[in-house]
């Protein structure tokens, strides 16, 4: 990584408040190069405390875009950080007004030329799109990395219109740990308190919400750009990774916005910013990239960038399974539309005699992680154990002749036969070496009661036959002469899905099933990058643990019980001691248990202890939380509980106990 420290501009650093129509006021940190000329404005607006959760990671890039001419400036959603106001749902209408708000403001400061940027990742690139859509005026253009079109069926709490017990649970349960920390008297001064305590009062668990919405209907609509892309008045970056959860929405945008406007971009990279270096590889000079965008759209320089193909992405060559790689293996590609005139989709008939396909429940412990953030255990191993748990139809790559490239969305159609009326099917698509080994390459899957739409719930005829097809995520992908394409079919995935009540599996008929790839042609592309660099870090120091640090991802079989247990230490944190004196420790935990034989003996729960401590103030707050889902046949069973402590003083005790009907889940 490369630290630059000289820019073509020097730049200042001041924390202001913005003020919204309400007198609300927002807490902002703006960074602006030293000129009597305005310029424009980049902004980031997330509820992730920029004067300590995501200070580091601003350090990175907000300094070194106000060398470069701009003034890049960072807020806090209402109702988080240093921020007035209330905590509300994410991506509330109020969140995105509030956005739109201060996009209008800052196109009025005298330091502003009237044109403005936003960007984010992940909840940042989630709510560039929504505002984007809502369309006020200086908003020129917008790089949306790793977020979301669709907050339905392309987000953490469904998938295939299943229940992502993997994130519906971990992310409500970090949610409900997030919005219960206080301001930072350092910053709002002796009303800190007093805002807290406001603040939580009005805490309600997201997983209440989520849970009461089990199919796609208005709530879900809110805030998905995929209901009317033509909304989008800006120009749209779309970036993402080929393991991160949201690549898909990249493949959506740059084919429904216009192509003059909108330009894609996938590598091989995690749920991260491409500059940051995390695994896997390898990292790019992403900051330049977003430069040459924000320069032709908001300063109307000829940077080259829309001469760009419409899509440049990564092709991953074939590699063994592991669960990190500090670089993967490929090659960068370019399409100059999408769907592809270099992608030709070729279908895959499976078979043989029908099959029998009942997963014990615990399949899916291989899965990975579904938000991979660069860490030792994220991906998923060897996937053989998987497979064998799986119906697995297997297609030869002649050992005479070329790879078989793919790049875009598989799609599998099921000939299935159900003698209950719900269930789930679950399809991954595998890269088998000759020595048998198998590297998982995408996924998808599909309640089998959102077969006719994703809006409804249809039961299965008890006994009865009929097809379905459903798509997998995207990827790009080279199988080499010698190995095997294999598409394995289970009828669980715990923990990512929740099993149905009474799930007891499906036959799957050969004759009437099929696999389709998107084939692409081997192109001869010119595509690079510069090398990732970045402004001066903030000096954040993070003490070694005294004690062993605990496995990040830890099975655990009781044998006589036949129950799986899967502790994951997300990684989140750990302690930090920031050059303001702040020190700040966060610890959580998630455990995810299932008996292999009892889809309803499913459970999850996160503990998470947060401890911010000011010794120069006297200042030592800390926050524990428990969120827990149980099930029976008819019913969610959820369970949280919120501490907060001033020093030894509890301030803040709360349970919430709620029954959710399982209407689809």
Known sequence: MHIRTEFPYETRREDIRIPLPDGTRLYARVWRPETDEPVPALLEYLPYRLTDWTAPRDWQRHPWYAGHGYASVRVDVRGHGNSEGLPGDEYDARELADG????????????????????????????????????????????????????????????????????MHAWAATMLAFTARPPDP???????????????????????????????????????????????????????????????????????????????????????????????????????????????????????????????????????PATSYDELPGRWVGDPAWPSPHVTPVSYAFGGAPVRVDSPQHT?????????????????PDQRAEDAHSAAFDFAVPDDGPPLEILGRPEVTLRLRMDVPFGQAVARLCDV????????????????????????????????????????????????????????VSSAYWPWIWPQADSVGFTVDPQGSSLRLPVRERTADAITFGPPEQSAPLGVVSPAP???????????????????RLEVDPRYGGTRVYPDGLEFTEDALETYTIEEGDPQSARTRSDWTIRLHRPELGWDVTITTRSEIRCDAADFLTSDEVVCRDGGEVVFHRTWEKKIPRTAG
């Open 100 to 167: 739109v708000a201060v996009v209008e403001w800052l196109a009025r400061q005298p330091w502003c030329d009237g044109g403005v940027g936003m960007f984010g990742i992940s909840w940042g690139g989630f709510n560039s799109l929504q505002i984007a859509a809502l369309a006020p005026e200086p908003l020129k253009a917008v790089v949306t990395v790793c977020s979301s079109d669709d907050r339905y069926d392309n987000d953490v709490h469904y998938m295939g219109s299943s229940v992502l017990a993997v994130d």
């Open 186 to 320: 350092a910053y709002v001064g002796e009303e800190w308190r007093a805002m807290w305590l406001r603040r939580l009062e009005s805490v309600e668990p997201y997983i209440h919400t989520w849970l009461a919405h089990q199919t796609r209907d208005e709530y879900w609509k809110h805030g998905s750009v995929c209901e009317d892309y033509g909304a989008i008045g800006a120009a749209v970056l779309a970036v993402g990774g080929w393991h991160d959860p949201y690549r898909d929405t990249v493949l959506r945008l740059v084919e429904h916005l216009p192509p003059e406007r909108v330009r894609g971009l996938i590598g091989p990279w995690s749920h991260q910013y491409p500059d940051r270096g995390l695994p896997p590889g390898p990292a790019i000079g992403f900051l330049q990239e977003t430069l040459r965008w924000w320069d032709h759209w908001l300063k109307g320089e000829d940077t080259g960038v829309m001469s760009e193909p419409l899509l440049r992405s990564w092709i991953t060559d074939s590699h063994r």
């Open 364 to 380: 899916g412990l291989d899965a990975g992680r579904f938000f991979p953030f660069g860490n030792d255990a994220d991906l998923p």
């Open 433 to 488: 070496a000759p020595d048998g080994s198998s590297t998982l390459v995408t996924r998808g899957t599909l309640n089998l009661s959102a077969r006719e739409g994703r809006d409804r719930v249809d039961a299965w005829p008890l006994g009865a036959t009929q097809d379905v097809t459903f798509l997998l995520n995207g990827i790009g992908h080279s199988f080499p002469p010698g190995h095997r394409v294999r598409l394995a």
């Open 546 to 564: 005294l004690d062993e640090p605990r496995p990040e991802r830890l099975v655990i079989r009781d044998v006589a019980k036949g129950e799986w």
